[in-house]
Each structure stands twice: as C-alpha cells, then as structure tokens.
C-alpha cells in the first residue's frame, strides 16, 4: 500500500514562475521527508528535506512546506528554470527497525518552458 | 569525485543464469541500500547494510541476496533471475544509518529477464 502519494503525474510551468509540487501521506511515524530530483538516465539527487517537527525549510530556489494535520507537503520553486525540468520524488521514512527505508512517492514530472 | 556507482547499467538475460549487481561508494559511508523502481510503483526498498557485515530484508527482499564483506561495495546476487525481476535498480548509500540521511543514489542498472 503506497504510504507516499504524488497525485500529479505531470505539471507544466511557465519559466520564472513558481512551480508547486504535492505530496501526501499516510503513516504518521515518518518523521523525516525528503524530496529528489531525477534526470533521465541519471539516479534520484536530493534536493531539500524537513523534519516532522518543522513546517518550513528553505535552501534558495527550493522551499518545502509541511502539514502533519493534513499529511501534506509540498515543494515551491521559485523561479523555475528550464533546467528544473525532471522527474521529482516525495520521499519519507522513520524507524530503526525499517532500517529508515526511504518509502517513495510515484514521482511527477515537472516541465519548465521558456 | 564522490560517487556510487553500478555495474553493469544494463543488462539482458534469461531466467535462471544467476547474476551479479555491483555497487561501489567513494565516500566512507555506513549505510547503502538497493532499490527497485517499476512504473506506477515507485521506488522500493530490496535490502539495506547499516555497516560491513550487517545487512536487513527491505520491502521486497524476494530472490535477492546481498552482502556487505566491505565498507564500500555492496552488490546485489539474484541467484535464480525470474522475469518478474526486470526492473530498474538503484543502489544508494548515506553517511550515517539514521532517519533524513539524504542517501546518494547510483545511475541505475536496467535488467531485463527474458
């Protein structure tokens, strides 16, 4: 049973515009999530994280916000660029005993155009 | 430069000549993972190591095999390929075995078992 959902499987963004990216979850053990970035060909990067106990972390372009009472979190980039044009993963995890699994979202597309 | 890196990155064969995936980290991490991502299914987690010769079943362990004989190699052993093996694989690896350690990922091993 998917614990992390991406519901949009793709968006389109206009360059210099912000892009909002969602996810939701499931489990309310996760106490970290993550957010990646994946070219084609290439492996997932990590782009930015929060812990459970914050509602905001922001490095530069990229800022996630987080909603425990909602289970909702999402990634802005704000202004987008071409090159932010990939494939964007939610991720979580919690607990030694899931040897802190990353429990992936389904990814969604984002396409920046000029 | 810090990297992870599998071999080979693709791969075709038959069902039942067992084969090797290697995975190789330049950072001195702890923790290293594999993963399986399949369409509509994300990414899952096969087997985890949180230091040499400690390794842990992830989500979907099935007809794999790993082991951690030292700090910077980990591969993954599919004794007896089945076709429902095809996928793509990531090996990742984090400095320390803890919950939000963004984990690095590799580029990928595309298998196809016929």
């Known amino acids: 049973d998917q614990q992390v959902k991406q519901n949009s499987p793709s968006l389109s963004v206009q360059e210099g515009r912000i892009s909002i990216l969602n996810c939701d979850y499931t489990n309310s053990m996760f106490d970290y999530f993550l957010w990646y970035k994946k070219y084609p060909a290439e492996g997932p990067t990590f782009l930015i994280s929060?812990?459970?106990?914050?509602d905001k972390n922001e490095d530069g372009r990229f800022t996630v916000f987080l909603n425990k009472s909602a289970k909702h979190l999402s990634l802005h980039i704000v202004p987008s660029q071409p090159g932010d044009s990939a494939v964007y993963f939610c991720?979580?995890?919690?607990?030694?005993?899931?040897?802190?699994?990353?429990?992936f979202g389904k990814g969604t597309s984002l396409l920046v155009t000029p | 430069e810090a990297q992870v890196t599998q071999n080979p990155r693709y791969l075709i064969t038959v069902t039942g000549k067992k084969l090797t995936v290697t995975c190789s980290q330049n950072m001195n991490h702890e923790y290293m993972s594999w993963y399986r991502q399949d369409p509509g299914l994300g990414l899952r987690q096969i087997y985890y190591s949180m230091n040499v010769e400690v390794t842990d079943k992830g989500d979907v362990p099935e007809g794999y095999k790993v082991s951690r004989k030292e700090k910077r190699n980990f591969p993954l052993i599919l004794e007896s390929p089945s076709p429902n093996q095809t996928s793509l694989y990531f090996c990742?690896?984090?400095?320390?075995?803890?919950?939000?350690?963004?984990?690095?990922f590799g580029d990928g091993t595309r298998l196809s078992i016929l």
């Open positions: 929060i812990s459970s106990i914050k």
């Open positions: 990742a690896s984090s400095f320390l075995f803890r919950s939000g350690e963004p984990q690095h």
């Open positions: 991720a979580a995890s919690y607990g030694v005993n899931s040897g802190y699994a990353l429990n």
